[in-house]
């Protein structure tokens, strides 16, 4: 199998393109700094992973800004910390300011040279919007949570990108799942027999930082540790035919 064969790269966003684990840490500090013992880096991540994944299947059709907002809430409360209201939707905000990968940019330019490119994104289509501009590339389709009703890794998410790429022409044999979550991405795309690609963004890091663990480890058809890695590997390809 290689890269050049596909005509279609879906993506994850947020831990993908976009540095969503850093961007949370930096807008939990008002927090974290109350703490007397604060929590290591990754405890603050998994923490947020766990109760992150738990309000989505509780609330599936509530806009990912407002679910960060009772994440934040259940946070303090974790912590045994009071937080008002609008310092949770402030959270719920921040999204703005996630910041991209700094190789996330160039690689999409250059991707979009030889593949459409599409979103599959836990996110609100008013979130991502900030996410798109920083990223700077004009994605073919833009599916999101707010647009299906529920969150990845539901069956219904890859259903409903698969059948709208469908009805565009577009066979499955052409698409390529890209994503860092193992949960949230790679175990649903195995279950649509969807080729996939890991990007192994937390390669120097223990744990799953910000997503859930998967039950059992998923296949993927190729793994990098960044996205300029995935770019410079499909060149070297086309390099070589």
Known sequence: ???SEFRVLTFDCYGTLIDWE???IAALTPLTERLQHAPTRNEILEAHG???????????????????AVVYKRLAEHWGLSASWQECLTYGGSIANWPAFPDSTDALRY???HFALVILSNVDNESFAHSNARLGVAFDAVYT????????????NFE???TDLADRGIARESILHVAESL??????????????????????????GATQPPETMPKFDFR??????????????????
């Open 22 to 24: 850093s961007g949370m």
């Open 111 to 113: 991707l979009k040279q």
């Open 145 to 156: 949570a707010a647009d299906i009703g529920s969150y990845k890794p539901a069956a219904r």
């Open 50 to 68: 766990r109760l992150e994944a738990r309000q989505q299947l509780a609330t599936p059709t509530m806009r990912y800004s407002e679910l960060l």
């Open 224 to 241: 990098f540790e960044s996205m300029a890695a995935l770019a410079a590997a499909h060149a070297a390809e086309l390099a070589t035919s």
């Open 1 to 3: 199998m290689k890269l």
């Open 160 to 162: 409903y990108m698969l």
């Open 183 to 208: 949960f949230h991405d790679h175990v649903p795309a195995n279950k649509f027999a969807l080729a996939s690609c890991w990007i192994h963004r937390r390669h120097g890091d223990a744990g799953f």
